[in-house]
């Protein structure tokens, strides 16, 4: 009985020691799961994010980030930075498009003789498509060479015919089946010299026709310096989905008649009876006698933005071909004026926007890491990541310096450290990416140095060894006559410096040297340039 509890006793304390053995080895032998470790930082910002960095405009911002968002972006409108709802989605014809102008449901307030057609000034209102009367500063300051009026759906699809499938009836617009009931019916047209004409009609012989004659132009500017400015005749007063360019009345949303089929900018008959700053003329009385244009002395039909009575919608008074506006409520009955909201937008893709192109201008390893430099005069921002390819789970130090070059810390030496740059266009420039490049961090070089004050027999004297650079870990040996001293073997340096207290037992001269071993993988072994010490006698008493 006394043998089996001491056995159970000994497996006990075997048990403990084991416990304990296993955790001592935890501690200085730990398990760790290998994984790569990297350190990043951003600098800059990027385009159009904030006040610091506006873009040109909405077009540049698309092409510098390749952003798909809709939203405010920053943008110097007339010099200054301004928050500016703008569309991205690559689906409206590719985005960049800046919010100028918007109308609501029922408005009356931007009718065909309001002055601000005309007069620079807003008209207060909330960035974004909510459906409201409102004027922004883009609509006077910023150029343009195409110009975008969204027609928002307010009933979920495009006609009230009880159609559920958007687009199904009342067309597409500019954009094609990309656009979908979030948007609504489109228009979209380029403005230069060559798409724009004077319009030979009857009206134009009465009154006149001209258009700008400088280009790309502020909304402000084609308003006020067009008359009778056509973009194209219509080809027919009925909607054909497939006709290219786009029928602009669509199917049904805005009313037809078969002859004069004017669509473009401040227009207005012969007897200036149907008005509309950008959108139709149309009439049905045929062609004025013994001329080869159209009767427009008694136009029945008007529709667009900026009419006579409403601003803007379907205003058809007699004789209509296609009646409009099925979607806002007018139940496709001829002689019904319908009132619609509206968006209107600009952007200037004539700009030339170079392709952004940072670059690594220098680099080189250094003790246990890297320094580098970086083109980006034409990045907005860029985020840089370092990482240790060859030593995972070891984190790197990034530094940018007061010279604007970057370093690099925390390697061992001969490890491959990885540079990758993400990088955003600036303004003027175009693009997004990525550039990188491997640096082999080296070993940096030591020196050692040793001081020592007066020394005396059997009195304690100290030895300071100073190691440079100051940030290499070791430890010293002191050495006197080429033998280790007592109690001042591996002495460990402490921000470059290790000391020793040495008590000489003879009197007499010789040699003093210390050794630096380095410990950090980085920085080499270095010794100090020998001492010659002399010992004098003993002072003080026994």
């Not at 094609?176 to 979030?182: E, F, H, L, M, P």
């Not at 500017?221 to 005749?233: D, G, K, Q, V």
């Amino acid at each position: 009985m006394q043998e089996v509890a001491v056995s159970k006793k000994l497996a006990i304390r075997a048990t403990y020691l084991l416990t304990i053995c296993a955790l001592v080895l935890s501690v200085f032998y730990p398990v760790t799961k290998a994984f790569a470790v990297t350190t990043s930082a951003t600098y800059g910002c990027v385009i159009g994010s904030s006040s610091a960095c506006p873009g040109d405009s909405a077009w540049q911002i698309k092409q510098a980030t390749g952003t798909n968002t809709n939203g405010l972006y920053w943008i110097k409108v007339n010099g200054t930075a301004t928050q500016v709802y703008s569309i991205m989605d690559s689906n409206m014809g590719g985005g960049g498009w800046m919010l100028a102008m918007k109308g609501g449901s029922n408005s009356t307030s931007f009718l065909y003789g309001w002055t601000g057609w005309t007069n620079s000034g807003s008209y207060s209102g909330t960035q974004g498509p909510t459906i409201e009367d409102a004027k922004f500063n883009v609509f006077d300051s910023m150029t343009a060479n195409q110009v975008l009026a969204v027609w928002p759906s307010t009933t979920g699809n495009y006609c009230n015919d009880g159609s559920t499938i958007s687009n199904s009836t009342c067309g597409v617009g500019a954009y094609g089946a990309s656009i979908t009931s979030s948007y609504g019916f489109t228009w979209a047209e380029t403005v230069t010299a060559s798409t724009l004409t004077t319009w030979t009609g009857a009206s134009a012989v009465a009154k006149g026709s001209s258009c700008p004659s400088l280009f790309p132009l502020t909304l402000l500017s084609l308003f006020s310096n067009s008359n009778r400015c056509l973009i194209r005749r219509l080809a027919a007063a009925t909607y054909i989905s497939s006709r290219s360019p786009y029928d602009p009345y669509g199917s049904h949303l805005f009313s037809t008649q078969k002859d004069v089929r004017f669509f473009g900018f401040n227009y207005g008959g012969s007897s200036d009876n149907a008005r509309a700053r950008w959108g139709f003329g149309f009439n049905e009385n045929g062609l004025v006698s013994g001329q080869t244009y159209d009767d427009e002395s008694s136009n029945d039909t008007s529709g667009g933005i900026g009419l006579l009575t409403i601003t803007a919608g379907d205003r058809p008074t007699c004789c209509t071909q296609d009646s409009g506006s099925g979607q806002y409520g007018a139940g496709l009955s001829a002689n019904t004026s319908t009132p619609m909201p509206f968006q209107l937008y600009v952007r200037d893709t004539g700009a030339s926007l170079a392709t952004a192109n940072p670059s690594f201008t220098s680099n080189a390893g250094t003790a246990g890491g890297a320094t580098f430099t970086l083109d980006t005069s034409t990045v907005s921002a860029d985020t840089i990541t370092v990482t240790d390819n060859t030593n995972t789970g070891r984190t790197l130090t990034l530094t940018q310096n007061a010279d604007g070059s970057y370093s690099i810390g925390g390697a061992l030496a001969g490890d491959q450290i990885n540079v990758s740059v993400s990088y955003v266009a600036n303004s003027g420039y175009k693009g997004t990416g990525t550039i990188s490049l491997n640096i082999t961090a080296t070993t940096g070089g030591t020196t050692t140095a040793i001081s020592i004050g007066s020394v005396n027999k059997l009195n304690n004297a100290t030895i300071t060894v100073t190691i440079s650079p100051s940030s290499a870990l070791g430890t010293v040996n002191f050495y006197w006559n080429n033998r280790i001293i007592n109690r001042c073997s591996s002495r460990t340096v402490t921000t470059g410096t290790a000391t020793c207290t040495w008590k000489p037992m003879t009197q007499g001269q010789g040699v003093l040297t210390a050794s630096f071993t380095s410990s950090d993988g980085v920085y080499t072994n270095s010794s100090a340039t020998p001492k010659y010490v002399v010992v004098g006698k003993r002072t003080g008493t026994r």
